[in-house]
């Protein structure tokens, strides 16, 4: 039984010029142990969806079905229960500065009415599980963002959740401790076996630890599926957007591209895409060596995901058509995703 799972949900709202659809027929499975990733720019629907998974949002059409329960259904009190299973990251880490960093990991097994002892015991174990072992007579103001941040995760673990929702928590960090953030959320994942639901706009959050991710826009999920399949083959212009950001091709590639068709209006420019078992295969040099081309290469990346890695090279195939068009062939045939980018 999936741990999640959304059907056809819509959430709206009213507005001054009436009903505003922030989220429109989405439907999504979350299974146990998953880093499931959302990804979307600004205004995507991403927060509203989040906001439905604790209930703390209930659809206006469809079902969001949580353990088996649809939490619509719930009565007052057992959504309040519900919610305990639920941790949350925010992406301003929403710390209490008045309270020690101990004290804030506490607050909610004070609010649950866990025994002081307990609440301090389950503190400790939590500060040393996020690396803050001995920082706990610290105050917020006292830590750099990647520490607080820490905290946020600890204070989210505190009873013991099965669910951990991120919204843009990262977002807020610098490279550096962004990625030592998405290390520590993958290490709890193994450990804990926790399911893990990421809310972002950023795919180097996706890339780095999902192994699932849906793409949202304009309130809707426009492409989904396993993150290396999405990444080697985007199919939808935004996703594409997302894709073609994290590889971070040189800024003058356009004009570069531009230049050297003018130069060789006979030449094909290919993007290549390649996948965890083709990254490491001399299609290159094979393709020159068997077919009379020169190839240049203009640009190329390789990226690692949870799963496996995943490449993408820009090159310009010069010679007669005929040979250029059969080294096109030999590409699709080594199973290489083959995109032509000259502009007919």
Not at 13 to 23: E, H, L
Not at 98 to 119: C, D
Not at 125 to 134: D, P
Request: proline content about 3%; charged content about 25%.
């Amino acid at each position: 039984m999936p741990l999640i799972e959304l059907q056809h949900v819509k959430k709206q709202f009213s507005g001054k010029s009436g009903q505003v659809t922030a989220v429109n027929d989405i439907s999504l499975t979350v299974n146990q142990g998953d880093i499931y990733g959302i990804v979307g720019y600004s205004g995507a629907g991403k927060s509203t969806l989040v906001r439905l998974l604790n209930g703390l949002e209930l659809p206006t059409q469809g079902e969001v079905i949580i353990q088996g329960q649809n939490i619509a259904q719930m009565a007052n009190r057992d959504l309040r229960q519900f919610r305990k299973k639920i941790g949350m990251i925010f992406q301003h880490f929403n710390l209490l500065w008045s309270r020690t960093i101990l004290e804030n990991i506490m607050l909610p097994l004070e609010l649950a009415n866990v025994p002081k002892n307990m609440r301090k015991e389950r503190a400790q174990e939590l500060l040393t599980l996020v690396g803050l072992e001995g920082r706990g007579d610290a105050y917020p103001s006292q830590l750099s963002g990647g520490q607080k941040q820490r905290v946020g995760i600890a204070r989210a673990l505190a009873n013991n959740p099965e669910i951990l929702l991120c919204d843009e928590a990262t977002s807020a960090l610098d490279p550096q401790t962004t990625d030592e953030v998405l290390d520590l959320l993958l290490e709890i994942n193994k450990t804990l076996n926790l399911t893990i639901v990421l809310i972002t706009h950023e795919m180097h959050v996706i890339r780095k630890i999902c192994n699932k991710v849906a793409v949202m826009e304009l309130g809707q999920i426009v492409e989904e599926g396993d993150v290396l399949e999405v990444f080697r083959n985007p199919k939808q212009a935004v996703t594409k957007r997302f894709v073609q950001q994290e590889l971070e091709p040189r800024e003058d590639t356009e004009e570069l591209l531009e230049e050297l068709i003018k130069e060789n209006p006979n030449s094909k420019i290919l993007g290549l895409h390649f996948d965890n078992e083709s990254t490491n295969e001399p299609v290159i040099s094979q393709a020159i060596r068997e077919f009379n081309i020169d190839i240049s290469i203009l640009h190329g990346d390789v990226k690692q995901t949870k799963e496996g890695s995943f490449g993408t090279l820009t090159v310009i195939l010069l010679g007669e058509p005929v040979e250029v068009e059969r080294a096109i062939e030999f590409f699709k045939k080594r199973e290489l995703g083959v995109e032509v980018l000259t502009h007919e």
